[in-house]
C-alpha cells in the first residue's frame, strides 16, 4: 500500500522517474493489473504513446473484469493524465474493451427469516450535550428548517457535509469524532470516507434522526491489496419507519425509483438489477459484501462500548484480515438483515 500511494504521489507530483522505479517494484515484488495501469499513466504524462499503449493494453485485459477496476472506463474518459493520448484512435478502442469487461454486481443471497431478537444498537437522543453542541455550532437546525420530511432533512445534511472538506488532502492525526472534523475541514483539510461518515452521522443524530457509520468490504478483503473496503452511513427515518443508505462522499442517499428509502442492503441489491435507481461507482458497490458497524453509537465517542457485528451473504465468513493485514473479528456474525434493522432505541 505504501508503494502504492508514493506512487501516485509521484504521478501528481510529475515526478516521473520515481513514479516508474516505483510502479515497476510494484509489478516486481506483487504483480497486480493496476500497476500496468500506474506505468500506463506515467508514460501518458510524459508523451510516449507506445509504451503507454502496451501498459494500458495488459492493464484492461488483466484486470478490467475485477472488481477493483470497474471504475477504469470513467478514470480513463476523465483524467486529464490522459490528454497526451486521448486523440490516438486505439485509445477510444481501449476504452470501449474497458467498458464491455466491466464488472458488474450481482445479487447477494441473505436470510431473509427474522429474528426473535434483533441486534441493539444505542444511540443518544438530540438533547445529547455532545449532539446539542454540534447542532449549534454548525446550525443544523436552521439547515433543515424548511424540509417536510425526514427524507429530505437527511438528503439536506447529506449534501451539506458533502461540501464541507477542503482540497488541501487528507493529513494523518485527524481528530475521531464530527465537531473536531469540521473544524478541520473550516482549515481546508478532506476527508476520506471514514470521516465523511463520521460526520454526516453525527449531524443526522444531533437532528434527532438516528443514524450510524457502516464499514463495508469486499469479498475478497482478506487478499485484495488496496480498495477493499468503503465506509458510508444509515439513518432511521422516523415518520418513514425505515432505514436509508446515506453516502455523504458520493452525496447519495438512496432510494428507489419510486422514492422509497433503500437500507444498505437493499440498496446494494438494487445496484445488481438491470436498471440500478442510482448512479453508484462499481468499486464501492463492489465493496458492499461485508457489513460492519458499532452496537453503541452513542456520543462522546469515548462513552462508547467496545462491541460491533457483522452482515454477510450466506456461505461467506466473518474475514480475519483487511488487506492482508490481520483484524479482529465482529463479536456478532450474521447473515440476516433483520438482525440490523429493527427501529433504532435512544438512551440518555
Not at 342 to 347: G, N, S, Y
Amino acid at each position: 500500500m505504501d508503494l502504492y500511494a508514493g506512487t501516485l504521489n509521484a504521478i501528481n507530483a510529475r515526478n516521473w522517474e520515481r513514479a516508474e522505479h516505483l510502479a515497476s517494484e510494484l509489478l516486481r515484488i506483487d504483480p497486480d493489473p493496476r500497476d500496468h495501469m500506474l506505468l500506463a499513466m506515467i508514460h501518458s504524462g510524459q508523451g510516449q504513446a507506445d509504451p503507454a499503449f502496451a501498459e494500458l493494453a495488459i492493464a484492461i485485459e488483466q484486470g478490467a473484469a475485477d472488481p477493483g477496476s470497474a471504475d477504469w472506463p470513467d478514470m480513463l474518459a476523465s483524467d486529464p493524465i490522459w490528454d497526451p493520448i486521448r486523440r490516438d484512435a486505439r485509445f477510444a478502442a481501449l476504452i470501449a474493451k474497458a467498458t464491455a469487461l466491466r464488472w458488474k454486481p450481482d445479487p447477494l443471497r441473505f436470510d431473509l427469516s427474522s429474528p426473535d431478537q434483533p441486534a441493539r444498537f444505542r444511540f443518544s437522543p438530540p438533547n445529547n450535550l455532545y449532539l446539542t453542541r454540534l447542532r449549534r455550532l454548525h446550525k443544523l437546525d436552521e439547515l433543515v428548517q424548511s424540509t417536510t420530511s425526514d427524507l429530505d432533512r437527511v438528503k439536506r445534511i447529506c449534501h451539506w457535509v458533502h461540501a464541507q472538506a477542503g482540497d488541501r488532502g487528507w493529513r494523518r492525526g485527524l481528530p475521531p469524532d464530527p465537531v473536531g472534523l469540521l473544524e478541520a475541514a473550516s482549515k481546508g483539510t478532506s476527508f476520506r470516507c471514514v470521516e465523511y461518515a463520521t460526520v454526516v452521522a453525527g449531524c443526522l443524530n444531533a437532528i434527532g434522526i438516528p443514524a450510524r457509520a457502516v464499514g463495508a468490504m469486499s469479498s475478497d478483503v482478506e487478499t485484495r491489496r488496496i480498495n477493499a473496503g468503503h465506509v458510508f452511513a444509515e439513518a432511521w427515518l422516523p415518520d418513514a419507519k425505515r432505514w436509508v443508505f446515506v453516502d455523504a462522499e458520493e452525496d447519495v442517499v438512496a432510494t428507489a425509483v419510486d422514492g422509497t428509502p433503500l437500507n444498505a442492503v437493499e440498496f446494494r441489491q438494487a445496484l445488481a438489477s438491470p436498471k440500478p435507481p442510482i448512479d453508484y461507482r462499481p468499486a464501492l458497490s463492489m465493496c458492499m459484501f461485508h457489513f460492519q458497524m458499532d452496537l453503541d453509537q452513542r456520543y462522546p465517542l469515548d462513552a462508547r462500548q467496545r462491541g460491533d457485528i457483522m452482515l454477510a451473504p450466506l456461505g461467506a465468513s466473518a474475514p480475519t484480515k483487511f488487506q492482508r493485514e490481520p483484524s479482529p473479528p465482529p463479536r456478532r456474525f450474521t447473515h440476516r438483515p433483520a438482525d440490523l434493522y429493527a427501529a433504532p432505541i435512544l438512551e440518555r
